[in-house]
């Protein structure tokens, strides 16, 4: 007899940078959320679905969980521990190269009030970064805690354990249907992936504080008949200065940014890209309820 199909969702929570996205893209096999070396890349929750011939894991990546400075922030951390909410699993993710820093204590304490009977996995990402003894004594705090399941060292950059990762996470699975398509790998709409895809960009491009300040939104998205896609995007920032340092001298940061982004855009589109990327001031945009509902961070 066939084994009987089975399936759930998992929450992938943690502090930011700690390695969540770039995990939750290896196990898909796809780039669905955009990854960087600043802290509090993700924004929002976005699934990414696993399909396998027994089973089929939908993960839910979240924002990096940390004090909130402005309204955006407090939007996030809502957003990741919401997403505790009505899961199989949650998949905590820790640093080994930080170590339990103050905030992974804080999120720790949270967890221990939050998860319920919910059975939650560790996993002690960056291992290919990190020491033995590091790694040891990131283990030994966590096996106090008794609503920590299992105990994982993982990289999400070499590939390093996550097939034992995968199997464990898949153990806590029930019998239950297919939620997606098998070809289908996101929730996320195309305009979404394609206005992160461009933050993730200007994320990586800009220094300082810009990078936090930015948010993009796409205005328009129209096929010609030719088969290219033309696309037109806008780059929120909050000050004058910044939008400066955004366009470049002669525009040259502007298309940088736009080079970049357009390959994996045309790759998500599978036709040729025409993009065109404005930069307008929107002060303070993080701290406006309507800015913030514009830009997809929704609160209801
Ligand atoms: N050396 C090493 N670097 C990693 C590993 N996993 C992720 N990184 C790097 O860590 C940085 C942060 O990765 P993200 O996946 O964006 O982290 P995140 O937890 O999603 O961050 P937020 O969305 O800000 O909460 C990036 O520069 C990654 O390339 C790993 O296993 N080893
Ligand atoms: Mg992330």
């Known amino acids: 007899m066939a084994k009987e199909f ?3 969702f998992i929450t992938i929570i943690g502090s930011p940078n700690v390695g969540k996205s770039t995990l939750m893209n290896l196990l898909v096999g796809q780039k669905i959320s955009i990854v960087s070396e600043r802290a509090q890349t993700t924004r929002n929750r976005i699934a990414g679905v696993v399909t396998r011939k027994d089973y089929q894991i939908v993960f839910l990546d979240t924002p990096g969980v940390t004090g909130a400075k402005n309204r955006l922030g407090e939007y996030m951390l809502k957003v990741a521990y919401e997403s505790l909410n009505d899961v199989e699993c949650v998949l905590f993710m820790l640093d080994a190269v930080k ?51 299992r105990i994982i060292p993982i990289s999400a950059e070499t590939g390093r354990n996550v097939d034992k990762l995968e199997e464990t996470l898949a153990s806590y699975l029930v019998p239950g249907p297919m939620y997606y398509p098998e070809d289908m790998v996101t929730d ?20 300082q504080e810009i ?15 030719d088969g290219i896609n033309d696309i037109n995007a806008v780059i929120y920032c909050e000050r004058e200065s910044h ?20 390959p994996e855009i045309e ?32 609160d209801d």
Do not use: C
């Open 211 to 225: 990078p936090h300040g930015i948010g993009v939104e796409i205005e328009r998205i129209a096929l010609r008949e």
């Open 99 to 149: 170590g339990v820093r103050e905030m992974d204590e804080a999120l720790i304490e949270n967890l221990r009030g939050r998860v319920g009977s919910t059975p939650v996995v560790a996993a002690i990402n960056k291992t290919d970064a990190a020491t033995f003894d590091g790694i040891e004594t990131i283990r030994e705090r966590l096996e106090k805690e008794d609503f920590i399941k």
């Open 243 to 262: 939008k400066g340092i955004i366009i470049g001298g002669r525009g040259a940061m502007l298309k940088r940014i736009g080079s970049a982004a357009r």
């Open 267 to 298: 790759t998500l589109f599978g036709t040729k890209v025409n993009l065109q990327l404005w930069v307008k001031v929107r002060p303070d945009w993080r701290n406006s309820a309507n800015a913030l509902r514009e830009l997809g961070y929704n």
């Open 6 to 8: 089975k399936s759930g």
């Open 188 to 207: 996320q709409p195309m305009r979404v992936i394609t206005a992160e895809m461009i933050r993730e960009k200007a994320l990586r491009s800009l220094r």
